[in-house]
T-cell receptor, first 113, second 117 residues
Framework: GENVEQHPSTLSVQEGDSAVIKCTYS??????FPWYKQELGKRPQLIID?????GEKKDQRIAVTLNKTAKHFSLHITETQPEDSAVYFC????????????FGTGTRLTIIP | GAVVSQHPSWVICKSGTSVKIECRSL??????MFWYRQFPKQSLMLMAT?????????EQGVEKDKFLINHASLTLSTLTVTSAHPEDSSFYIC?????????????FGPGTRLTVT
């Protein structure tokens, strides 16, 4: 089955700096890669996703890149703000998400004011 | 749109009893529902996938006789934890998706925190 690895497990950055979180996946059939932000005790919130037919997607301060050959994808957050502090999970799925999601282990991001 | 609710939001039960958690899609028909379990400071682990009117597909290592999943309608799935034990204490989250949505996004419920004493 699919295996998703995520690094780093914790990340602290100064407010205003950029944060990068990286994930690798094992199943070449995976074609949907969402990123979720989860605050303590809350549901995961989709912040951005990318499908295998594109290499990069951007939404304001958030961007995701995908390298299908290397089977890795990354989340980039620019101009970080204190409210960006949370746990971030990457995930991978076949069938564009209508099949099960395999989650990474999570990254606890702390923005230092 | 695309709202998923769970009930209850938290529950405390005694060891050996059973507890039922409901997951509802409020404004769409969910073709598929997923149940995840999340232990403190850990990731979401998929327990099972259910399609309306079909038996759930359980992930390896998840006891189907202990975690009963019913997906009787396109808007409701239930997870029953039978003979609960303290090690079943966790955050249970459902999600729902529909093939009617071209983005195929999974919509997550708010989660249910189960504490077994």
């Amino acid at each position: 089955g699919e295996n998703v690895e995520q690094h780093p497990s914790t990340l602290s950055v100064q407010e205003g700096d950029s944060a990068v979180i990286k994930c690798t996946y094992s199943d070449s059939a995976s074609n949907y890669f969402p990123w979720y932000k989860q605050e303590l005790g809350k549901r995961p919130q989709l912040i951005i996703d990318i499908r295998s037919n594109v290499g990069e997607k951007k939404d304001q301060r958030i961007a995701v890149t995908l390298n299908k050959t290397a089977k890795h994808f990354s989340l980039h957050i620019t101009e970080t703000q204190p409210e960006d502090s949370a746990v971030y999970f990457c995930a991978a799925s076949t069938s564009f998400g209508n099949e099960k999601l395999t989650f990474g282990t999570g990254t606890r991001l702390t923005i230092i004011p | 749109g695309a709202v998923v609710s769970q009930h209850p939001s938290w529950v405390i039960c005694k060891s050996g009893t059973s507890v039922k958690i409901e997951c509802r899609s409020l404004d769409f028909q969910a073709t598929t529902m997923f149940w995840y379990r999340q232990f403190p400071k850990q990731s979401l682990m998929l327990m099972a996938t259910s399609n309306e009117g079909s038996k759930a597909t359980y992930e390896q290592g998840v006891e189907k006789d202990k975690f009963l999943i019913n997906h009787a309608s396109l808007t409701l799935s239930t997870l029953t934890v039978t003979s609960a034990h303290p090690e079943d204490s966790s955050f249970y989250i459902c999600s729902a998706s529909t093939i009617a949505n071209p983005t195929y996004e999974q919509y997550f419920g708010p989660g249910t925190r189960l504490t077994v004493t």
